[in-house]
């Protein structure tokens, strides 16, 4: 499909975006799942950082 003006090219985007990241959620989600067991108890990563943004991400992910 090629846009023959703004709006359809605004809908060729959107639709491609959402369409990507429904396609790279499953690897995001065992990726974060993977950083998480590595994740000392303490809720830090190994590098020190906190983990809250990580646990705010899956809720939204996993909605």
Same mark, same amino acid.
């Given at each position: 499909?090629?846009? #023959?003006?703004? %709006?359809?090219? /605004?809908k060729l985007? +959107?639709? +491609? +975006?959402? %369409? +990507? @990241?429904e396609e790279? !959620? ?7 799942? %993977? !950083? #998480? #067991? #590595?994740s000392r108890?303490? &809720? /830090?990563? %190994?590098? &020190? /950082?906190?983990?809250? &943004? @990580?646990? /705010? ?7």
């Amino acid at each position: 499909m090629i846009p #023959k003006d703004k %709006e359809e090219l /605004r809908k060729l985007v +959107t639709d +491609t +975006t959402l %369409e +990507t @990241y429904e396609e790279l !959620t499953p690897q995001l989600i065992y990726l974060l799942n %993977e !950083t #998480k #067991k #590595k994740s000392r108890p303490d &809720g /830090r990563s %190994e590098n &020190g /950082r906190d983990s809250s &943004g @990580y646990d /705010r991400l899956c809720q939204v992910l996993y909605q």
